[in-house]
């Protein structure tokens, strides 16, 4: 019901968003799954991709305040990325052969990179032929099962564009391409070298070749809205001259962030960036793109995590609620790397001296005229400032929870979870039995899942364990369960304490949970790890004991510890100088 239902004064505006996309996409599947089906689990992403597509274009419809399309690229395209960067990630058209692997397929490439593929297409093809082709693919194919060619061929009916051979190269191939990019002056403009590799997350070369058809798309400071050249990348390397740009303009690969791949700019094109980052006459999807582009090139090692620190800094002015999305994604990941260092105070003193102007600004009251994405901005500010044990933040958060406890005054849903998870982190058992009875007190199932999500911001190892406990008793629902176990494991005093539990309760889990709750459970409870030894713990554990369905998953953590790893034993001097 946290999916389908709104309640007027208890449901969050984050909460009402995500029912609206909910219920989008599952009417989507009336169209992608019931009248047309796909052939055979291979295709899976006909009917997931598309429901992933559909639902963020029923929502911008319906709700144009939301500007949906633009969280798009921080809830589907960048998670699809991060899942596609792996060695250990697969194709969107997988080959299934038995069951367990069904389960499997139900992630984020089947949804989000087929819905980012998806809207990179419409932008190549344009919005009326796409309207068109779709129109035909449904018509001509309805009570039948399709196979993924079947929905090329009406697409490239309607566009005369050879859809099926520049598409087939996302969907046959795992991954996505790093696009790589050198200027050069030339005669009334400049002449740019684009490159292509496969983009793997810890930058070592891919074991074979790879080569895609990438619809590439260029704007400039002349004017930041509008696309001044494109061309089509087939080689692995080509030339395309932008006219009109002199020595001291930057140039954007890829603007609107809707080509699947990651940009790789020299420091020299990077850095004209940085005022128009300030002034924010750099789009908001451009400034968010550019500046997540250069943390997967920090974690692939091609560049320091100290550089990505300082570029960070142009960004403390910034106002759009998605560009903080954005940096709220790279300050949790750097969070989870350092939380275990003994600079972990200063990465603190860092995150709060970048959101010290956002926060001052937005406070924690609503003011008249504000918009749905100032409030959905507000609940993430506070959220983060949750974490860094900042008194004022504390104080407030303590006498507002007071006054909602005691009847005087209601707190707002959109700060409830900050509220929560600010007041446990900064108390102990007393606070833990406030919000308990508040747990037990409510009839409302968002507020029962805010609050024992909040739960793993205790501070304590004692009240961790009680969490953990508290987890698998019958108080909690089995589809909540897996949910406030992940919120102990991304606390850094709770990640071992976590894992040791999830070993402990092996029976219980695997006989509890299976699909996508497994799988996320695996997956939040291993892939923070840091060190060798957690590494071979991991690895141990999944070869005594079987995960069905989660096997991929295992792999993928594994592979990301080995990432963290490297990262730290790279740049973790150069951090801890720059934090100090």
């Known amino acids: 019901e946290t999916a389908l239902l709104v309640d007027a004064q208890n449901t969050s505006a984050h909460s009402k968003q995500w029912i609206a996309l909910v219920v989008g996409h599952e009417l ?67 080959p299934v052969g038995n069951p367990s692997e069904i389960d499997e397929i139900f992630d984020d490439i089947s949804y989000n990179k087929g819905a980012s593929v998806i809207r990179m297409l419409h ?6 032929d796409f309207r068109k082709g779709m129109h035909i693919y449904l018509t001509k194919h309805q009570y039948k099962n399709t196979f993924t060619e079947d929905l090329w061929e009406a697409l490239e009916e309607a566009s005369k564009k050879p859809v099926g051979e520049v598409m087939s190269t996302w969907t046959k191939q795992k991954g996505f391409p790093e696009v790589t990019v050198a200027s050069k002056p030339a005669p009334g403009g400049v002449t740019l070298t684009l490159t292509q590799s496969k983009f793997t997350t810890d930058g070592s070369p891919p074991s ?16 930041p809205g509008k696309e001044v050249a494109s061309v089509v990348l087939k080689e692995p390397s080509a030339e395309l001259f932008v006219p009109g740009v002199s020595e001291s303009d930057w140039i954007k690969i890829n603007p609107g962030t809707i080509g699947f791949y990651r940009t790789r700019y020299p420091t020299e094109m990077l850095e004209k960036f940085v005022p128009a980052i300030r002034n924010q006459t750099l789009p908001p999807l451009d400034r968010l793109g550019l500046i997540d582009d250069l943390f997967a090139m920090v974690k692939a090692g091609h560049t320091s995590t100290v550089e990505v620190l300082k570029f960070l800094r142009a960004f403390e002015d910034e106002t759009n609620y998605n560009v903080w999305c954005s940096i709220n994604n790279i300050l949790s990941r750097l969070s989870q790397l350092l939380g275990s260092t003994e600079y972990r105070e200063g990465y603190e003193n860092y995150q709060k001296a970048l959101l010290g102007k956002v926060y001052s600004r937005l406070g924690w009251n609503s003011q008249p005229g504000e918009t749905h994405l100032d409030t959905l901005l507000r609940s993430l500010i506070l959220g983060r400032m949750a974490l860094l044990n900042d008194p004022n933040t504390i104080a407030e958060a303590r006498t507002r929870l007071e006054r909602h406890v005691s009847g005087k005054e209601v707190l707002p849903a959109d700060l409830r979870s900050a509220c929560y998870k600010t007041v446990l982190r900064a108390g102990g058992q007393q606070e833990f039995d406030t919000l308990l009875k508040l747990y037990r007190s409510t009839d409302l199932h968002e507020e029962k899942d805010r609050i024992s999500r909040s739960l793993g911001s205790a501070n304590s190892i004692e009240l961790l364990n009680e969490v953990l406990n508290f987890a698998m008793s019958d108080e909690v629902r089995l589809q909540d369960k897996v949910f406030v176990i992940i919120s102990v494991s991304l606390h850094a005093k709770g990640r071992d304490l976590a894992w040791e539990f999830f070993k402990t309760q092996w029976v219980t889990i695997k006989e509890q949970f299976s699909g996508f709750l497994l799988t996320r459970l695996v997956k939040y409870l291993t892939e923070n790890f840091t060190t060798q030894e957690r590494l071979r713990g991991v690895e141990r554990f999944f070869q005594e004991h079987s995960a069905p369905g989660a096997e991929r998953t295992v792999q993928q953590s594994v592979e990301t510890i080995e990432m963290n790893i490297k990262w730290l034993e790279r740049d973790g001097a150069a951090i801890r100088k720059y934090l100090s």
Not at 52 to 67: A, G, K, Q
Not at 78 to 92: C, Q, T, Y
Not at 212 to 223: A, D, E, L, R
């Open 28 to 94: 989507a599947h009336q169209w992608f799954g019931n009248l047309v089906t796909m052939e055979w689990w291979t295709h899976l992403w006909l009917n997931e991709g598309y429901a992933s597509f559909v639902e963020f274009l029923c929502v911008n419809y319906l709700f144009p305040e939301y500007d949906i399309w633009k969280q798009f690229v921080n809830d589907s395209y960048i998670r699809a990325l991060e899942l596609d960067s792996l060695k250990n990630s697969h194709p969107i058209e997988v």
């Open 123 to 128: 932008h190549y093809i344009g919005d009326e």
């Open 208 to 223: 074979e070749d790879y080569l895609w058809m990438i619809p590439i798309s260029i704007s400039t400071s002349k004017n």
